[in-house]
């Protein structure tokens, strides 16, 4: 872990992510992590006043599952000529 980052870009632009940046709250540092960042946001904590809070990250699952479909998709995983969009499943 690292309390800095030295190399910003890790991934290809034109490729799925193979690595992502992750921020522990804890030691207030940065880990490379294997795979694609999950889909979300970051809002402020609640109690904290501080200046360099970290905020705090909720994931969009939805997101995360229509990436996962759309990546099977050419992959020839799913059948049918039309991606269907999860209706809650």
Same mark, same amino acid.
């Given at each position: 872990?690292?309390?800095?980052?030295?190399? +910003?870009?890790?991934n290809?632009?034109?490729?799925?992510?193979?690595?992502? &940046? #992750?921020?522990e %709250?804890? $030691? *207030? $540092?940065? $880990?490379?992590?294997?795979? %694609? %960042?999950?889909? !979300?946001?970051?809002?402020?904590?609640?109690? #904290?006043?501080a200046?360099?809070?970290? !905020?705090?990250f909720?994931?969009?699952? +939805?997101?995360?599952k229509?990436r996962? *479909?759309v990546?099977a &998709?050419p992959q !020839? *995983?799913v $059948?049918?000529?039309? +991606?269907?969009?999860?209706? !809650?499943?």
């Amino acid at each position: 872990m690292s309390d800095k980052i030295d190399q +910003l870009i890790i991934n290809s632009t034109y490729q799925e992510p193979k690595n992502y &940046w #992750s921020y522990e %709250r804890e $030691s *207030r $540092s940065f $880990s490379c992590k294997d795979g %694609r %960042r999950p889909a !979300g946001y970051i809002i402020a904590s609640e109690k #904290s006043k501080a200046f360099d809070d970290p !905020g705090i990250f909720i994931e969009l699952p +939805l997101v995360n599952k229509i990436r996962s *479909r759309v990546n099977a &998709w050419p992959q !020839g *995983r799913v $059948s049918g000529g039309l +991606l269907e969009l999860p209706n !809650g499943d």
